[in-house]
């Protein structure tokens, strides 16, 4: 077997072995190291010549000593000569190697240092904005259009703080006048159901078309990337193609989904928003949040014209009445309230209580018709509630887990629920019974419910988006776009698109591919 030096890379004539790094080295060569270094050429670790262990080889026969003038003389110089580029080489080849490694490392260090420089200056551009959104500004006191804002308005749309705000907090009598005024849009609404429901609505989409939507357009800039994650989302019945999301980042967003242009950044909860509304008929917007208020804002101001503190615990569900003037809230605090958006008053606040027994509210949406609603609990019951008897008529029980959505047909007799059981349950609320289980994969969260306009499809979100015929409650489509759970569905006019909100950051449309 043929020798090779790790130095010259040529067989040795006096092979030895360093024991330090088990290379074989041309005896000559290694000493000239050891004695310009003491250390191994190859593990740089200190070595010495006495260290060196010699290798037995076949004997190499070797000319007599040549005179100095004489031509093998000259071979001698030249292969000092040689030896000595070799050494120079292999000293060259290891700075190299040491100088690559310092450079990666400085490399690295710049661009973590350029990283760490975008972050903190995006950080200071957010806090700048917010604080240019909670100084206090002038002409604030009727923000939005409709409001009977009290004087001190303008330091509760400027003051994001729990503490500054003076809104109204006592509660008040739900008055002869607002039960009539409920009573009178439940007739109406009744009335109006009954003759829609004689008649498809003209230009819904058909069952094929719904199986045949895909991805039309994907948004991922809307809330912070810090912070990621959109929790609820909300569309405008008066003009569908506007969109409202509420994020993790504590902001709301008002969307263009046509001009694909932000419309308004609402900035003022302390904690993450997870409850949204879309005021149907005027540009206000209505956001819930764990910091226990509830926010009335006027889009086209970006402010908060009403703070509804109705609460002592996080918000966690919230539905505006058909009258476009009311709004339903629950909480963890174990309560339901009904409150005037536009004065901010609680009307009434009611904790029901079964025995000694007592339960936080999950969810929360008012019927059609606007006389009665269900809440949701965390001990796996619906509530159906009587609103001017402030009184629980009704009970569904057979979920197991959590109850996270809620959602009443535009018919109004079917009643959609979700838990943390992986199953959708319909229920009957002529017969109040469940007449309809929808059995889901294992593991799959559900985290969203909602019937279209017409009654005609329950679209899902959890896991993935799917969508459902009513009736036949037979799977039309599964959209699997989102990376992360969708955590909120909305059906666009007539169910010509679909957009749902997903812990990935983006909000997403889906129709018929052009």
């Given at each position: 077997?043929a020798?090779?030096?790790?130095?010259?890379?040529?067989?040795?004539?006096?092979?030895?072995?360093?024991?330090?790094?088990?290379?074989?080295?041309?005896?000559?060569?290694?000493?000239k190291y050891?004695?310009e270094?003491?250390?191994?050429?190859?593990?740089?670790?200190?070595?010495?010549?006495?260290?060196?262990?010699?290798?037995?080889?076949?004997?190499?026969?070797?000319?007599?000593?040549p005179?100095?003038?004489?031509?093998?003389?000259?071979?001698?110089?030249?292969?000092?000569?040689?030896?000595?580029?070799?050494?120079?080489?292999?000293?060259?080849?290891?700075?190299?190697?040491?100088?690559?490694?310092e450079?990666?490392?400085?490399?690295?260090?710049?661009?973590?240092?350029?990283?760490?420089?975008?972050?903190?200056?995006?950080?200071?551009?957010?806090?700048?904005?917010?604080?240019a959104t909670?100084?206090?500004?002038?002409?604030?006191?009727?923000?939005?259009?409709g409001?009977?804002?009290?004087?001190?308005?303008?330091?509760?749309?400027?003051?994001?703080?729990?503490?500054?705000?003076?809104?109204?907090?006592?509660?008040?009598?739900?008055?002869?006048?607002?039960?009539?005024?409920?009573q009178?849009?439940?007739?109406?609404?009744?009335?109006?159901?009954k003759?829609?429901?004689?008649?498809?609505?003209?230009?819904?989409?058909?069952?094929?078309?719904?199986?045949?939507?895909r991805?039309?357009?994907?948004?991922?800039?809307?809330?912070?990337?810090?912070?990621?994650?959109?929790?609820?989302?909300?569309?405008?019945?008066?003009?569908?193609?506007?969109?409202?999301?509420?994020?993790?980042?504590?902001?709301?967003?008002?969307?263009?989904?046509?001009?694909?242009?932000?419309?308004a950044?609402?900035?003022?909860?302390?904690?993450?928003?997870?409850?949204?509304?879309?005021?149907?008929?005027?540009?206000?917007?209505?956001?819930?949040?764990?910091?226990?208020?509830?926010?009335?804002?006027?889009?086209?101001?970006?402010?908060?014209?009403?703070?509804?503190?109705a609460?002592?615990?996080?918000v966690?569900?919230i539905?505006?009445?058909?009258?476009g003037?009311?709004?339903?809230?629950?909480?963890?605090d174990?309560?339901?309230?009904?409150?005037d958006?536009?004065?901010?008053?609680i009307?009434?606040?009611v904790?029901?209580?079964?025995?000694?027994?007592?339960?936080?509210?999950?969810?929360?949406?008012?019927?059609p018709?606007?006389?009665?609603?269900?809440?949701?609990?965390?001990?796996?019951?619906?509530?159906?509630?009587?609103?001017?008897?402030?009184?629980?008529?009704?009970?569904?029980?057979?979920?197991?887990?959590?109850?996270?959505?809620?959602?009443?047909?535009?018919?109004?007799?079917?009643l959609?629920?979700?838990?943390?059981?992986?199953?959708?349950?319909?229920?009957?609320?002529?017969?109040?019974?469940n007449?309809?289980?929808l059995?889901?994969?294992?593991?799959?969260?559900?985290?969203?419910?909602c019937?279209?306009?017409?009654?005609?499809?329950?679209?899902?979100?959890?896991?993935?988006?799917?969508?459902?015929?009513?009736?036949?409650?037979?799977?039309?489509?599964?959209f699997?776009?989102?990376?992360?759970?969708?955590?909120?569905?909305?059906?666009?006019?007539?169910?010509?698109?679909?957009?749902?909100?997903?812990?990935?950051?983006?909000?997403?449309?889906?129709?018929?591919?052009?």
């Amino acid at each position: 077997m043929a020798l090779c030096c790790a130095i010259s890379n040529e067989v040795p004539e006096q092979p030895v072995i360093s024991p330090v790094s088990g290379h074989i080295f041309e005896r000559r060569l290694i000493e000239k190291y050891i004695q310009e270094n003491g250390t191994d050429p190859i593990a740089n670790e200190k070595l010495s010549v006495d260290m060196l262990i010699p290798v037995k080889s076949s004997a190499i026969v070797k000319p007599r000593p040549p005179s100095a003038t004489s031509i093998p003389a000259i071979l001698k110089s030249l292969q000092d000569e040689w030896d000595a580029v070799m050494l120079h080489s292999f000293t060259l080849r290891q700075q190299l190697q040491t100088a690559r490694q310092e450079l990666s490392h400085a490399l690295y260090q710049h661009d973590a240092a350029c990283r760490v420089i975008a972050r903190l200056i995006k950080e200071v551009t957010a806090a700048r904005e917010a604080l240019a959104t909670l100084k206090p500004q002038a002409g604030l006191t009727a923000p939005v259009p409709g409001y009977n804002a009290p004087a001190q308005n303008p330091a509760i749309a400027a003051d994001a703080g729990p503490e500054s705000a003076t809104q109204p907090v006592e509660e008040a009598v739900m008055s002869d006048e607002v039960i009539k005024k409920l009573q009178d849009k439940a007739t109406l609404l009744t009335a109006e159901r009954k003759k829609r429901g004689k008649t498809v609505p003209e230009g819904l989409a058909t069952s094929e078309d719904i199986r045949n939507y895909r991805q039309l357009a994907s948004h991922t800039g809307l809330h912070s990337a810090s912070v990621p994650g959109i929790l609820s989302v909300d569309v405008c019945l008066r003009d569908t193609s506007r969109i409202v999301t509420g994020g993790n980042d504590k902001n709301a967003v008002v969307f263009n989904k046509d001009t694909e242009q932000v419309m308004a950044i609402l900035k003022g909860h302390t904690k993450k928003v997870t409850s949204v509304i879309y005021h149907p008929e005027e540009e206000l917007v209505i956001t819930a949040s764990p910091d226990n208020t509830i926010r009335v804002w006027g889009i086209t101001t970006a402010s908060c014209g009403q703070i509804i503190r109705a609460h002592d615990a996080p918000v966690t569900g919230i539905s505006l009445h058909a009258t476009g003037d009311y709004l339903l809230s629950c909480s963890t605090d174990m309560h339901w309230a009904f409150s005037d958006i536009r004065t901010g008053r609680i009307l009434t606040k009611v904790v029901e209580k079964s025995g000694q027994m007592m339960s936080a509210l999950t969810c929360a949406q008012f019927h059609p018709d606007g006389l009665i609603f269900g809440t949701g609990t965390d001990d796996s019951i619906i509530k159906i509630w009587d609103l001017k008897e402030r009184t629980n008529v009704a009970n569904f029980q057979g979920h197991q887990g959590q109850i996270t959505s809620i959602s009443f047909s535009e018919n109004g007799y079917y009643l959609a629920t979700s838990a943390e059981d992986s199953v959708v349950k319909l229920w009957d609320l002529r017969k109040l019974k469940n007449f309809k289980t929808l059995q889901l994969e294992d593991n799959y969260q559900v985290k969203g419910l909602c019937f279209d306009q017409s009654g005609t499809y329950l679209a899902v979100a959890g896991s993935d988006v799917r969508v459902y015929l009513c009736k036949q409650w037979s799977e039309l489509a599964v959209f699997n776009d989102h990376t992360a759970a969708a955590t909120g569905v909305r059906f666009g006019h007539n169910s010509t698109f679909i957009t749902s909100v997903s812990m990935d950051r983006s909000l997403k449309f889906f129709g018929p591919a052009e």
